[in-house]
């Protein structure tokens, strides 16, 4: 009679039983960045799939990369990178043990944020 | 009481009998990435938008392939790991094996794909 219970245990808090802070916020746009990154790779490796075919097909793909909603996801996957590289850091940063503290983790969230973005314009203004 | 052998404590291998492998994966490829990532976006970034000549012309020289290479293995590697911790913390049972051999097929594929794609132009 193992699991006379089972479906039917209590569950320890989560995302719907917290209140949003920093933390988790800054935590789960991480994992979505990282992930959501699939669509702007898949992207860039058929671009390059379209530049090793031939110049029409090329054009063709260049052609949607760099059309407004091609401009908007590569735009967007620029800032899910850099976020999630600096998202990265932090985690190699916690990694060592350091920075624990709900002080220093907030700090660097808004490091994330405010990071993430400037590297976003920082790096349309340079290319 | 220690239930473990000497042998078995020094492996670091639980009852999942992988050890840190995951994490330990996880961290060498984002160090990894940390490099890659500002190389490739600055240098596959501009040739967005430019003539299929000059992007053939830029991916020819091997400084950019080789970075565009490693970035395509890196990345997808690294997708593969984290895109497993995804699936294995929402889904569940049967569908989670199905979902993350899924994923395993969408990242090694990419992965070959770029790389010949990159071949085919660089070489």
């Known amino acids: 009679m193992a699991d006379v219970n ?6 320890s808090p989560h995302l719907q039983i917290y209140r949003p802070q920093l933390n988790s916020i800054t935590s789960i746009l991480n994992r979505i960045t990282g992930n959501a990154l ?3 790779a898949l992207l860039i490796v058929w671009w390059l799939i379209a530049a090793a075919t031939g110049p029409e097909y090329f054009a ?5 990369l760099t059309s407004v909603l091609g401009d908007l996801v590569m735009l967007g996957s620029l800032w899910a990178l850099w976020y999630h590289a600096l998202g990265g850091i932090r985690h190699l940063i916690w990694d060592t043990g350091r920075g624990l503290d709900a002080d220093t983790a907030d700090k660097m969230g808004w490091g994330i944020i405010i990071g993430s973005v400037a590297l976003t314009f ?3 203004i340079a290319i | 009481m220690a239930y473990l052998t000497d042998r ?4 670091g291998l639980g009852s999942a009998k992988s050890g840190t492998h995951h994490f330990w994966s996880m961290t060498v490829t984002s160090a990894a990435l940390l490099i890659l990532t500002p190389l490739f976006v600055f240098s596959f970034g501009p040739l967005l938008g ?17 970075i565009a290479a490693l970035m395509i293995v890196v990345s997808f590697h690294h997708f593969r790991l984290g895109v497993t911790t995804l699936i294995e913390d929402y889904v569940g049972g049967q569908a989670r094996k199905i979902a993350i051999i ?3 097929i969408v990242s090694y594929g990419l992965m070959a794909a770029g790389l010949i794609a990159l071949a085919q132009i660089a070489l």
């Open chain 1, 6 to 11: 089972r479906g039917n245990r209590p569950l």
């Open chain 1, 38 to 40: 699939l669509l702007g």
């Open chain 1, 60 to 64: 063709m793909a260049d052609g949607m």
């Open chain 1, 122 to 124: 920082l790096t349309v």
């Open chain 2, 8 to 11: 078995k404590r020094v492996e």
């Open chain 2, 50 to 66: 430019e003539p299929h000549a000059d992007v053939v012309a830029a991916l020819s020289h091997p400084l950019r392939a080789i």
């Open chain 2, 102 to 104: 899924a994923m395993i």
